[in-house]
């Protein structure tokens, strides 16, 4: 056998068909094992399910218990104690539930939703007694008093006022069929929940159609594995003449066992699945060997040395880098085949020319940039990595480009900016040479206001000294009055004491004037001898008359004298008041010319600093203005150096306008969202420890 195709083509028909018999090998002798690990997936991912089911069932029941809590239907039955309504709202809000029920804060039931049943005490019910005991409903599994295995959620009532009235717990009956057929019609397994160990619902039928519910199991091995010791167990059993791959595992609540999950696969079905797919595998797996001998061997029929020689010389030009002779089709090899060796030929032999046009390309597009030459982009065809050689040569001209005319836009822009701020020092310098003249003479009014303000405060230490003299005087003048009132107080107190005096003068008058009488009534009895005594007498009583007349004239005066003596007393006090809240003006006003003298000496002290500070404004305005002069100076300069950069750069040929537009930087912004809303609800601890 002297054709190589031939060899190859056996060669490899011996290889497939010893790959297919030991894959066929293999897949017989695995069908077994892959169906117990198919089935096992199966019964796992029903077990999941299930579990997530549960979980879903859980928070259900834990809001439906939330909205019979908050709704105002409930809660104003319950404090009014209608039945009847109660009822009716149990009803309105518990549709979605198997289970509703309502206790008072004893928990005592006040009404059942699922049973006519009430008065009963279910205080400890683990949901309900949450609710009643922390103010916080919790969901979870656990068994009920009117039914059996039912997942829960429960939440406490409150009146308006943020009294506990109640509490409601609602949930799911998991003996309703309809949760094991949500899980069987996921994942397409049989399942049966047990309480304890009794089936409570079931998938699977007997041979009558009925469900398999109601009744013990007997294996205690699977018993004592999943109830007692809490662990999965997964074994092959045989049901009503079927068999399936079976996986049990525990239902844990709060660390106690309330029963367990039966999930199993149909072994038969899985192994028909199986057998069907061995059997698209064999199918394929033949033809495949089928169709690689005949492509092997129509390929290996042809020579392949000999043209691959002769394309070796190309590739010897290429590696070489002599790429300045074009071929043209099959000219330089001679290959006229057209199967793959021809086109290989011809491949390599286009490739061979796009190459030398690509050289071409690269190395004129190199020798414009070294030029200058800014303007030329390349348009020649390249494929493959070699675009990415063109897109790059294209990049740099436009980059090139992009940056050369942002320089040159800045150099003119640098200009005209050098020549507005030089513009703008000079005129900052003319405007601080006028600055500083304002300050000047600002600097001289104020030496003027300081001036007057010293003198003002001259003067009002004058005034201040004239009011101390004018106060002295005032305050003496009260002295000389206090010593008046005294001289008048004493003159009044001697014109009582002459009045007293006058008065004893009255008496004796009077007395006088007795004795004269009693005289003349003595010398009447006398007769002719008392004539002599009569007249002593007579004159005698004239004289005391004339006494007594002359003391009433004096005590007139004297009493006159008094009344003026008190109306002088009067006003002497008067005055002496007068010159009292005289002398206190006095002293008032001494007090505030004494301040405006103190205030003017301030002012004039701070009028001092302000014209310190004023001079040394002066300063720093002429130092600015030098500054301003030596700015303009340098913006100058700066002008020139534009000048001279805008020269540089139109040495190069840029493209017109602003053809290429860089990618701008992305720009990202992140939110982010917080909901503290804490959530009464954690399957983890409150559902299934483990399924």
Known sequence: MKSL?????????????????????????????????????????????????????????????????????????????DDAALKSALLLYGTEMDVVTVTDTEGNVL???????????????????????????????????????TTRGSSPIYDPEGNLIGAVVSGHDLSNPKYVDYVKEHTDS???????????????????????VGTQMANTEVLNTVLTQRSEYSLRITLFEKEYY????????EN?????????????????????????????????????????????????????????????????????????????????????????????ELAYDHLQGYVKEIRDRMHDLAEGDLTKESSYEFDGDFILIKDSINEITRNLNQTLREINSSSSQVSTGAKQ??????????????????????????AEIAKRTKENAETADKTSKLSASIKDSAEKGSRQMDDMITAVKEINDASHSISNIIKTIDDIAFQTNILALNAAVEAARAGQHGKGFAVVAE?????????AEAAKNTGDMIQNSMEKAELGSRIAGETAESLNEIVSGINESTVLVTEIAESSEEQAIGISQINTGIDQVAQVVQQNSATAEESAA????????????????????????????????????????????????????????KY
Not at 125 to 147: D, H, M, P
Not at 191 to 210: A, K, P, Q, Y
């Open 539 to 547: 004159e005698v009583r004239n004289l005391a008359s004339k006494s």
């Open 246 to 253: 079976a996986h049990y595992s525990p239902l844990i609540i």
């Open 111 to 149: 009404m059942r939703m699922h049973s006519d049943e009430k008065g009963d005490s279910i205080a400890g019910q683990k949901a309900l007694s949450a609710a009643l005991n922390t103010g916080r409903g919790i969901s979870l599994i656990e068994r009920g008093s009117t039914v059996g295995l």
């Open 5 to 81: 195709g031939l060899k190859v083509s056996l060669i490899v028909a011996l290889l497939i068909a010893a790959i297919i018999a030991i894959i066929v090998y293999i897949v017989s002798m695995q069908s077994l094992q892959l169906v117990e690990d198919l089935t096992a997936k199966e019964a796992a991912a029903a077990n999941v399910t299930f579990g997530k089911d549960m979980d879903r069932l859980q928070n259900e029941a834990l809001a439906n218990a939330r909205l019979i809590a908050y709704s105002n239907d409930v809660i104003e039955s319950i404090a009014g104690g």
């Open 190 to 212: 049989e399942v049966t929940l047990f309480e304890g160990d009794t089936r409570l619902m079931s998938t699977i039928v007997n041979e009558r159609g009925e469900r398999v």
């Open 421 to 446: 701020v030089a513009d703008g020092a000079q005129s900052l310098a003319q405007g601080s040479t006028e600055q500083a003249a304002s300050v000047q003479q600002l600097s001289s009014s104020i």
């Open 634 to 689: 340098a913006s100058e300069e700066m002008s020139g150096q534009s000048a001279m950069l805008q020269q540089l750069i139109a040495q190069f040929k840029l493209t017109e306008g602003n053809r290429y537009n860089l990618p701008s930087s992305p720009s990202f912004s992140s939110t982010i969202e917080n909901d503290d809303e804490p959530t009464a609800i954690d399957a983890s601890d409150d559902g299934f420890g």
């Open 256 to 348: 106690e066992v309330i029963g367990m999950l039966f999930t199993g696969v149909l072994i038969e079905e899985a192994l028909s699945d199986q057998q069907s797919m061995m059997n698209t595998v064999l199918i394929l797996g033949v033809a495949c060997g089928l169709i690689g001998v005949v492509v092997v061997f129509f390929f290996c029929m042809f020579s392949v040395s000999r043209p691959l020689k002769k394309l070796g010389i190309i590739a010897t030009k290429i590696s070489s880098g002599d790429i300045g002779v074009t071929t043209s089709s099959n000219a330089s090899t001679g290959i006229r085949s057209k199967d793959e060796v021809g086109r290989l030929a011809r491949s390599l």
